[in-house]
């Protein structure tokens, strides 16, 4: 007879390091031991193992066990016991020699995931060449959250008490149905006293009570948004993909302040209103736009929507993973990650702000959720709308070519028009120096700007996004500079916490008296402006204006971000000095001017979508600005106004900049012409590193439209002691990148003191 999972892995939980083990007593017992049965193999089970395995492991199915895809289950491997993921079944060959195959030990509870979410998980896998047990590992890693404990309430046994009083019979009459201390109390009209005392004689016992999560459910037709003739007319568009019944993957291309939220809120009514098994998921890149659009939610649908993101409590993050995969949760807000929530039926994908870079998964598997959301938009039949002011150029690319739908918002909503937009040429006009002769970073026009504003009584938003005060801190009598250890990052300083800090690794220490180097005393410097830098400088050159940082050192969580939000709507701020923590999503009716302090810092570098990015930030931050009934400016500081990126935002001819940016992306055969891909090599050893990477660049397959770069070191070529090379490889886009790499990667063994990232569509070249 088999024991009950809850005998063979009741002991058993997750260690450190996050991966399931059993309790000693259980590792020692056999799978027979688990499940007794002479009888022959009939079913052989795929499962993957949550280890850095490179395929599925086949496991002989006991007989009494029934299994189905997307279950969990625990398998041995090796000496050990470990978790897995059912992923498919077979039957064996009657004469199939299954001596060596390894028996399933024990089926789980945990909520089976649904076949849409388990093949999109091992598809993406395949996608980053992720070995699919890490990747799985990562998306159930909310089930390695314990339980929360089962309330306890109370119910009768039977007995009578010894002495009967009214206060006994109140409790009798109410403990019909098990109930809580305190709630049984407090319907019986009695102290917790009597019950406690009615416990102790006997006539009541403690129980586990079933817990039943409670989901709000969100009501399509709560309030519907009163849409214009633009958004109405975009909305049937919508209405019309969505009628389709099969993927339809849409770009929602809209001027800031367009009202693009309204419309696809509306679509997002539709899908729950049309199918009541349906789930809708709607990405943001950045938790603090979170906090803006789950209040617009909320207000739409009538209940507070399930966020998912990572600053939720453990207890929430199991809670909302089991109810999606139930089906029970319907509308999810989150980060990307919540792209790897175990869903249902997914009716719809809304990508906001789907230019961003945000979107980009930099650690561990790294992935672009806009792309990975339009392919499980078409294994889920879904519509898909990826919303933006500022298009990435491959979306712009699809639409432009038929791929995607494409509908436009042009005008901004109700009475609100784009601010005008003007450059100051920071070579024919720079500033002037301080009173005591410092340094200052605003020109006297902008200043001149900032005065008419605050004299209005409107407010301003300053954008550089750079944190801290300076970027650079730098030795006046020897000329060192300051720089994390055993790594090649400058270190920033912040002078609001004294500290200098590596925002690469992590590093922070007390700013120096004397330079570490050559010992000079009261010699450092600091180099260039950070947000804090110009924080100074306005609250010395407008002492009466009430001057805040919005960066993600200033609003670190959630809370603080949406309480800065709410002070800056509520105009007890006059001047926002901010990065790119405030540069999209927001809407400030009486922000008016926006001015870009460094206009050109985004150009810098070697990175092929520096233009890009440049103009999406730059747009999103002039259109800022006079949103409401009052007419907005931005102001741009830069040292190059001829560049492509300031004359389209002077302009405001983006098509032109973006013919300008694509010719010159098809020329080179780079995205969205072209693929690429990215591996890392890093390792302790630099001799080692460098000999093995010759090594590998003599095993580069010879392949037809497959070009690779390298090996050469990266421009951050030490990293917490660790040196680091890259290869770039360029691929034709009817070109297998992924089985190019695949399989020049098989032709060599790496040493195992050398790792390895492979990073497929690279948005970093550090």
């Given at each position: 007879?088999?024991?009950?999972?809850?005998?063979?892995?009741s002991?058993?939980?997750?260690?450190?390091?996050?991966?399931?083990?059993?309790?000693?007593?259980?590792?020692?017992?056999?799978?027979?031991d688990?499940?007794?049965?002479?009888e022959?193999?009939?079913?052989?089970?795929?499962?993957?193992?949550?280890?850095?395995?490179?395929?599925?492991?086949?496991y002989?199915?006991?007989?009494?066990?029934?299994?189905?895809?997307?279950?969990?289950?625990?398998?041995?491997?090796?000496?050990?016991?470990?978790?897995?993921?059912?992923i498919?079944?077979?039957?064996?060959?009657?004469?199939?020699d299954?001596?060596?195959?390894?028996?399933v030990?024990a089926?789980?509870?945990?909520p089976?995931?649904?076949?849409?979410?388990?093949n999109?998980?091992?598809?993406?896998?395949?996608?980053?060449?992720?070995?699919?047990?890490?990747?799985l590992?990562?998306?159930?890693?909310?089930?390695?959250?314990p339980?929360?404990?089962?309330?306890?309430?109370?119910?009768?046994?039977?007995?009578?008490?010894?002495?009967?009083?009214?206060?006994?019979?109140?409790?009798l009459?109410?403990?019909?149905?098990?109930?809580?201390?305190?709630?049984?109390?407090?319907?019986a009209?009695?102290?917790?006293?009597?019950?406690?005392?009615?416990?102790?004689?006997?006539?009541?016992?403690?129980?586990?009570?079933?817990?039943?999560?409670?989901?709000p459910?969100?009501?399509?037709?709560?309030?519907?948004?009163?849409?214009?003739?633009?958004?109405?007319?975009?909305?049937?568009l919508?209405?019309?993909?969505?009628a389709?019944?099969?993927?339809?993957?849409?770009?929602?291309?809209?001027?800031?302040?367009?009202?693009?939220?309204?419309?696809?809120?509306?679509?997002?009514a539709?899908?729950?209103?049309?199918?009541?098994?349906?789930?809708?998921?709607?990405?943001?890149?950045?938790?603090?736009?979170?906090?803006a659009v789950?209040?617009?939610?909320?207000?739409r649908?009538?209940?507070?929507?399930?966020?998912?993101?990572a600053?939720?409590?453990?207890?929430?993050?199991?809670?909302?993973?089991?109810?999606?995969?139930?089906?029970?949760?319907?509308?999810?807000?989150?980060?990307?990650?919540?792209?790897?929530?175990?869903y249902?039926?997914?009716?719809?994908?809304?990508?906001?702000?789907?230019?961003?870079?945000s979107?980009?998964?930099?650690?561990g598997?790294?992935?672009?959720?806009?792309?990975?959301?339009?392919?499980?938009?078409r294994?889920?039949?879904?519509?898909?709308?990826?919303?933006?002011?500022?298009?990435?150029?491959?979306?712009?690319?699809?639409?432009e070519?038929?791929?995607?739908?494409?509908i436009?918002?042009?005008?901004?909503?109700?009475?609100?028009v784009?601010?005008?937009?003007?450059?100051?040429?920071?070579k024919?006009?720079?500033?002037?120096?301080?009173?005591?002769?410092?340094?200052?970073?605003?020109?006297?026009?902008?200043?001149?700007?900032?005065l008419?504003?605050?004299?209005?009584?409107?407010?301003?938003?300053?954008?550089?996004?750079?944190?801290?005060y300076?970027?650079?801190?730098?030795c006046?009598?020897?000329?060192?500079?300051?720089?994390?250890?055993k790594?090649?990052?400058?270190?920033?300083?912040?002078?609001?916490?004294?500290?200098?800090?590596?925002?690469?690794?992590?590093?922070?220490?007390?700013?120096?008296?004397?330079?570490?180097?050559?010992?000079?005393?009261?010699?450092?410097?600091?180099?260039?402006?950070?947000?804090?830098?110009?924080?100074?400088?306005?609250r010395?050159?407008?002492?009466?204006a009430?001057?805040?940082?919005?960066?993600?050192?200033?609003?670190?969580?959630?809370?603080?971000?949406?309480?800065?939000?709410?002070?800056?709507?509520?105009?007890?701020?006059?001047?926002?000095?901010?990065?790119?923590?405030?540069?999209?999503?927001?809407?400030?009716p009486?922000?008016?001017?926006?001015?870009?302090?460094?206009?050109?810092?985004?150009?810098?570098?070697?990175?092929?979508?520096?233009?890009?990015?440049?103009?999406q930030?730059?747009?999103?931050?002039?259109?800022?600005?006079?949103?409401?009934?009052k007419?907005?400016?931005?102001?741009?500081?830069?040292?190059?106004?001829?560049?492509?990126v300031?004359?389209?935002?002077q302009?405001q001819?983006?098509?032109?900049f973006?013919?300008?940016?694509?010719?010159?992306?098809?020329?080179?055969?780079?995205?969205?012409?072209g693929?690429?891909?990215?591996?890392?090599?890093?390792?302790?050893?630099?001799?080692?590193?460098?000999?093995?990477?010759?090594?590998?660049?003599?095993?580069?397959?010879?392949t037809?439209?497959?070009?690779?770069?390298?090996?050469?070191?990266?421009?951050?070529?030490?990293?917490?002691?660790?040196?680091r090379?890259?290869?770039?490889v360029?691929?034709?886009?009817?070109?297998?990148?992924?089985?190019?790499?695949?399989h020049?990667?098989?032709?060599?063994?790496?040493?195992?003191?050398?790792?390895?990232?492979?990073?497929?569509?690279p948005?970093?070249?550090?």
């Amino acid at each position: 007879m088999a024991l009950s999972v809850c005998e063979a892995v009741s002991a058993s939980g997750y260690d450190k390091a996050g991966d399931f083990v059993l309790d000693a007593k259980t590792m020692s017992l056999a799978a027979s031991d688990l499940f007794e049965s002479t009888e022959k193999v009939t079913l052989i089970a795929k499962v993957v193992v949550l280890a850095p395995m490179a395929e599925a492991l086949d496991y002989a199915v006991p007989a009494g066990m029934v299994l189905q895809a997307g279950e969990h289950v625990i398998v041995p491997l090796g000496h050990a016991k470990v978790r897995g993921l059912v992923i498919g079944f077979e039957t064996p060959e009657p004469d199939e020699d299954l001596s060596r195959v390894k028996t399933v030990v024990a089926r789980l509870d945990d909520p089976i995931v649904p076949e849409a979410s388990l093949n999109f998980w091992l598809w993406a896998a395949g996608w980053t060449l992720t070995p699919p047990g890490v990747f799985l590992n990562g998306c159930i890693r909310a089930l390695k959250i314990p339980r929360a404990a089962p309330k306890q309430g109370y119910v009768l046994t039977g007995e009578q008490p010894a002495r009967l009083t009214k206060a006994r019979q109140a409790v009798l009459d109410t403990a019909l149905v098990p109930m809580g201390l305190g709630d049984l109390a407090l319907a019986a009209g009695v102290s917790t006293g009597v019950v406690t005392a009615l416990e102790k004689e006997g006539v009541l016992q403690k129980v586990d009570l079933a817990r039943e999560e409670v989901y709000p459910q969100p009501d399509p037709d709560f309030a519907p948004a009163r849409l214009n003739d633009s958004q109405a007319a975009a909305h049937q568009l919508l209405q019309m993909e969505q009628a389709k019944h099969a993927f339809a993957p849409v770009l929602l291309d809209g001027v800031t302040g367009s009202g693009k939220t309204e419309v696809y809120l509306e679509s997002v009514a539709d899908v729950l209103r049309a199918d009541p098994e349906a789930q809708v998921l709607i990405l943001l890149p950045e938790i603090a736009l979170t906090q803006a659009v789950l209040g617009r939610l909320e207000a739409r649908f009538g209940v507070e929507v399930a966020q998912w993101h990572a600053n939720i409590s453990n207890g929430n993050r199991r809670r909302i993973w089991e109810g999606v995969a139930s089906g029970k949760v319907r509308l999810v807000v989150g980060a990307r990650s919540a792209l790897f929530l175990p869903y249902r039926r997914l009716g719809l994908i809304v990508v906001d702000e789907e230019h961003d870079g945000s979107y980009k998964q930099e650690e561990g598997a790294r992935y672009h959720a806009r792309d990975l959301a339009v392919f499980r938009a078409r294994l889920d039949g879904a519509l898909v709308i990826l919303a933006s002011a500022t298009p990435s150029l491959e979306s712009l690319t699809n639409a432009e070519k038929g791929r995607y739908a494409w509908i436009r918002l042009e005008q901004r909503h109700g009475t609100a028009v784009l601010p005008d937009i003007a450059l100051i040429d920071m070579k024919a006009h720079p500033p002037e120096k301080g009173p005591n002769g410092e340094t200052r970073w605003l020109s006297d026009r902008l200043a001149g700007d900032i005065l008419a504003t605050l004299k209005r009584g409107e407010q301003t938003l300053l954008f550089l996004n750079r944190r801290g005060y300076a970027p650079l801190v730098l030795c006046k009598a020897c000329g060192e500079k300051m720089t994390s250890p055993k790594t090649d990052s400058w270190l920033v300083e912040h002078r609001a916490s004294g500290r200098l800090v590596c925002h690469l690794t992590g590093f922070s220490m007390r700013k120096p008296k004397t330079c570490p180097h050559c010992g000079a005393q009261d010699s450092l410097i600091s180099v260039g402006p950070g947000v804090e830098r110009i924080l100074e400088e306005v609250r010395s050159r407008f002492p009466e204006a009430r001057a805040e940082v919005f960066s993600s050192d200033t609003t670190p969580d959630a809370a603080s971000s949406a309480s800065l939000i709410k002070r800056i709507e509520d105009n007890e701020v006059d001047i926002v000095i901010a990065t790119q923590a405030a540069a999209k999503g927001h809407n400030f009716p009486n922000l008016t001017l926006v001015g870009i302090v460094d206009a050109d810092l985004g150009l810098k570098g070697g990175d092929l979508r520096a233009a890009e990015r440049t103009f999406q930030l730059l747009a999103q931050a002039t259109g800022r600005a006079g949103r409401k009934l009052k007419p907005g400016k931005a102001v741009l500081q830069t040292y190059a106004p001829e560049h492509p990126v300031m004359q389209a935002l002077q302009h405001q001819d983006r098509d032109a900049f973006y013919a300008y940016e694509s010719m010159s992306r098809e020329v080179a055969k780079f995205p969205p012409y072209g693929r690429l891909a990215a591996l890392i090599l890093t390792a302790k050893d630099q001799n080692l590193l460098n000999k093995f990477s010759r090594e590998l660049a003599l095993f580069i397959p010879n392949t037809e439209g497959v070009d690779v770069y390298g090996p050469a070191d990266a421009p951050l070529a030490l990293v917490r002691g660790q040196w680091r090379k890259r290869f770039l490889v360029r691929a034709d886009r009817n070109r297998d990148l992924q089985a190019f790499v695949s399989h020049w990667l098989a032709a060599i063994k790496r040493p195992n003191a050398i790792r390895l990232v492979v990073d497929i569509d690279p948005y970093s070249f550090l």
